[in-house]
């Protein structure tokens, strides 16, 4: 089946789906500022950052957006490039 990708200009996201979370990994999210703290996994590396929900988790959805229009705006700008 794979995993859910979503692209503009290139990867943006990746939805993993796990026994016990769903997983987003933004491919490169190291580049954006996370301003209000989304990203809680996959930290230590110098190209991702993914943001895990767990079983009951609330997202915030307004910094999730925030987020997304963040990794949006990086992929736009790295192909006018």
Known sequence: MGSPVWELDGPLCVGNIHKTKVKLVFANGAALSDPTGMFNAELGGST???VEFLEGDRA?????????QEA??????????
Do not use: F, P, T, V
């Open 72 to 81: 949006i705006d990086y992929r736009r700008e790295k192909a006018r490039k």
């Open 48 to 50: 991702r950052r993914a």
């Open 60 to 68: 915030d959805d307004a910094a999730l957006a925030s987020l997304i």
